[in-house]
């Protein structure tokens, strides 16, 4: 097939249809929601997001660096950059849950990406990964309580 410069096109592919886990690359897609919205007006970069034990979870430097210690309310732009630059999971989450999982993922369709998955929330993952038998609801108590019994491998 002939590139756009008359050459022809390179294409290399390994089990294109293999599932594969994406970790945290799909957080750009939640900041690519979260920005289109705040062009529609549907949010704002200086809004309040509440942060607390229903949206805490592993991997979050910033807003859960010791379990239980970030609670109330913080700035989105804040929550978006500390899940860009540090991959806070807990603000992936907060992010996730004011624009809502379904929006990123028909964004995430809409880019051609139709057979991308990507999770309801960190928190959620982290739990089915665990092993955890109440994976959809699992609590932060519950979360805490798996790491506990079933630490993960180094």
Known sequence: MP???G???FLATIEPDTPLFCASSFKGFVLAEYLR???SGDTSLGELLPVDERV???GAPVLTPLPGTMSGQYQALSTLEAMISRSDNTATDMALKRVGVENVRS???SAGLT???IPNSTRQFFAYVGGAQNWPTASWADLLALAQSNPPPA
């Open 37 to 39: 919205r705040t062009e």
């Open 115 to 117: 057979h991308t998955r």
């Open 56 to 58: 805490w979870s592993f």
């Open 107 to 109: 964004f995430i369709a």
């Open 3 to 5: 590139g756009g410069d």
């Open 7 to 9: 050459r022809r096109e």
